[in-house]
């Protein structure tokens, strides 16, 4: 089994879905589970983690975020595993095309992180969710999702946290 990466990704904005950063125009999103023909499609140059590779960890399911009606453009990718009483985020990562300074879109890291929450809810784990973070971004996670250290660099997203994320995206779909 891959050894897990800590996420070095930064949550660049909380949005109600995914913002056009030029337009600020918002687009609904879907989470769905990632397919073996979209996974065939993956080009290792457009990502910085081995998601075929992430793909084959039976334990893992992998899950897409897509634009409402364009299920063919990924615009980001989360790796989840139930541990039987929580859910622990693998690997969390935007598109190429949404990462940096000319990113196109905002709001794709909390969009994914807030799905993993929810779907600790539906579990029935109260949305407890826990991630291996790096130790410069320890902060920045405290902040902008409400985590905490449990040790180390693993942190959790307790209920109340959980709740705020989940109530943020998918209320209006509910």
């Not at 337009?23 to 769905?32: E, I, K, P, R």
């Not at 990562?93 to 990113?103: H, I, L, P, T, W």
């Not at 909390?110 to 799905?115: R, S």
């Amino acid at each position: 089994m891959p050894k897990d990466q800590p996420f070095d990704i930064k949550i660049d904005k909380l949005t109600r879905s995914v913002e056009n950063a030029i337009t600020g125009d918002l687009f609904q999103t879907d989470v769905l589970p990632l397919t073996e023909t979209d996974r065939r499609k993956l080009k290792k140059a457009e990502w910085l983690f081995d998601w075929k590779r992430e793909g084959k960890q039976p334990e893992r399911q992998i899950y897409k975020l897509v634009i409402k009606g364009n299920p063919d453009i990924i615009q980001g990718l989360v790796s989840l595993q139930d541990r039987g009483d929580h859910i622990f985020m693998a690997l969390i990562e935007s598109a190429k095309f949404n990462r940096g300074a000319k990113k196109v879109y905002l709001g794709v890291p909390g969009n994914l992180v807030a799905f993993a929450c929810k779907y600790s809810f539906e579990m029935g784990y109260n949305g407890y969710v826990s991630f291996e973070s790096k130790s410069r971004l320890i902060e920045h996670y405290r902040q902008s999702l409400g985590a905490t250290v449990l040790f180390g660099n693993i942190m959790a997203i307790d209920t109340r946290a959980a709740a705020k994320l989940v109530t943020r995206y998918f209320s209006q779909n509910q």
